[in-house]
T-cell receptor, first 115, second 115 residues
Framework: DAGVTQSPTHLIKTRGQQVTLRCSPI?????VSWYQQVLGQGPQFIFQ???????GRGNFPDRFSARQFPNYSSELNVNALLLGDSALYLC??????????????FGPGTRLTVL | AQSVAQPEDQVNVAEGNPLTVKCTYSVSGNPYLFWYVQYPNRGLQFLLKYITGDNLVKGSYGFEAEFNKSQTSFHLKKPSALVSDSALYFCAVRDRNNAGNMLTFGGGTRLMVKP
């Protein structure tokens, strides 16, 4: 079975541009979460979506937005890019969030470099 | 607010020796605790989780972790280290009272196993 997939693998943008990152969860998983991992730090939670609704949001500015589609895939959008947005963006999927403790399975990430 | 501390940036151990990677946490309620491993240019891989019950949790690749409520710790251990265990290890916590699946990660500990 395929794991969590993310595209693109790498991305280079300049300050002020906008970027869209994509994630496909494991088949059957209905929840997708996004994390930002700055070099040398642990991942930080950005968003969680379950059944196409936002279920949680981390301490990130409004330049960050996301959505989940009917097939449970997800996009993360970042507007007006800053140098500090350079990071590895990780997507994680889990079965659901309402019942039980479902571990999150992470994709390989998208490496975003802002110049 | 919940937080995780991994006090050691790096742990060095000889192959065949036991290893311990330390983690302490802070949550308002009872915690769910996780360990993930990250290899270079890869996403996070789930190792093990503590939900309830036995304080000693066994996970993948021979790893185990011990939950200590009084010390608010969840140290990762392995009886005999392998060179292939060299990687970046992250401890994460989720508050049981959180409806969502948001994980708070520590800063990571780099494990170096030398032949």
């Amino acid at each position: 079975d395929a794991g969590v997939t993310q595209s693109p693998t790498h991305l280079i943008k300049t300050r002020g541009q906008q970027v869209t990152l994509r994630c496909s969860p494991i088949s059957g998983h209905k929840s997708v979460s996004w994390y930002q991992q700055v070099l040398g730090q642990g991942p930080q939670f950005i968003f969680q979506y379950y059944e196409k609704e936002e279920r949680g949001r981390g301490n990130f500015p409004d330049r960050f937005s996301a959505r989940q589609f009917p097939n449970y895939s997800s996009e993360l959008n970042v507007n007006a890019l800053l140098l500090g947005d350079s990071a590895l963006y990780l997507c994680a999927s889990s079965l659901e969030v309402l019942r039980g403790i479902n571990e999150q399975f992470f994709g390989p990430g998208t490496r975003l470099t802002v110049l | 607010a919940q937080s995780v501390a991994q006090p050691e940036d790096q742990v060095n151990v000889a192959e065949g020796n036991p290893l311990t990677v330390k983690c302490t946490y802070s949550v308002s309620g009872n915690p769910y605790l996780f360990w993930y491993v990250q290899y270079p240019n890869r996403g996070l891989q789930f190792l093990l989780k503590y939900i309830t019950g036995d304080n000693l949790v066994k996970g993948s690749y021979g790893f185990e972790a011990e939950f200590n409520k009084s010390q608010t710790s969840f140290h990762l251990k392995k009886p005999s280290a392998l060179v292939s265990d060299s990687a970046l290890y992250f401890c994460a916590v989720r508050d049981r009272n959180n409806a969502g699946n948001m994980l708070t990660f520590g800063g990571g500990t780099r494990l170096m196993v030398k032949p």
